[in-house]
T-cell receptor, first 113, second 112 residues
């Protein structure tokens, strides 16, 4: 079974721009969660999508948004980028909603200049 | 919400020694505790997990213990090897529709 994939793997943007990241879960997994990982804050939960609906949301500003498609693929969007948005963005998929076995993707390294 | 504290933030050991990483959680309703290993530049990977109906679980050189009363759980690695060097994250979850809360991570360095 193919693992979780994320595209692109690396991205460089400038302040004020917007970015869209993509995550394809393991086949059969219906839950996709997004995390932001930085050296200072560790792994911080952004949001979770299950069956095309946002089920859980972390404590991030409205500039961070996402969606999930009928094939369970998910996209995350960050608008009006700030320098502090530079991070590794990880998605994780699991079979059911919420907790349980989560499999992480390789991440998208976003650098905001 | 749930709060997970992880200690130490850095752990340096000699090859062959044991390593112990401890986590405490705040929500007594949490019942699922996974541990992830993240090597430099790679994705976090689940290495072991434990549910609240079990006190200890082992998988070769890795073991996890859980003390529900004290609300803490620990990762034990025996006979450490240089390839064990990585950042280890603990997490706690209430199961069901709840997302895990992660600890800040422990950077384990195993010196040959």
């Amino acid at each position: 079974k193919a693992g979780v994939t994320q595209t692109p793997r690396y991205l460089i943007k400038t302040r004020g721009q917007q970015v869209t990241l993509s995550c394809s879960p393991i086949s059969g997994h219906r839950s996709v969660s997004w995390y932001q990982q930085t050296p200072g804050q560790g792994l911080q939960f952004l949001f979770e999508y299950f069956s095309e609906t946002q089920r859980n949301k972390g404590n991030f500003p409205g500039r961070f948004s996402g969606r999930q498609f009928s094939n369970s693929r998910s996209e995350m969007n960050v608008s009006t980028l700030e320098l502090g948005d530079s991070a590794l963005y990880l998605c994780a998929s699991s079979r059911g909603q919420g907790a349980g076995l989560q499999f992480f993707g390789p991440g998208t390294r976003l650098t905001v200049l | 919400g749930e709060n997970v504290e992880q200690h130490p933030s850095t752990l340096s050991v000699q090859e062959g020694d044991s390593a112990v990483i401890k986590c405490t959680y705040s929500d007594s309703a949490s019942n699922y505790f996974p541990w992830y290993k993240q090597e430099l530049g790679k994705r976090p990977q689940l290495i072991i997990d434990i549910r609240s109906n079990v006190g200890e679980k082992k998988d070769q050189r890795i073991a996890v213990t859980l003390n529900k009363t004290a609300k803490h759980f620990s990762l034990h690695i025996t006979e450490t090897q240089p390839e064990d060097s990585a950042v280890y994250f603990c997490a706690a979850s209430k199961g069901g529709s709840y997302i895990p809360t992660f600890g800040r991570g422990t950077s384990l360095i195993v010196h040959p």
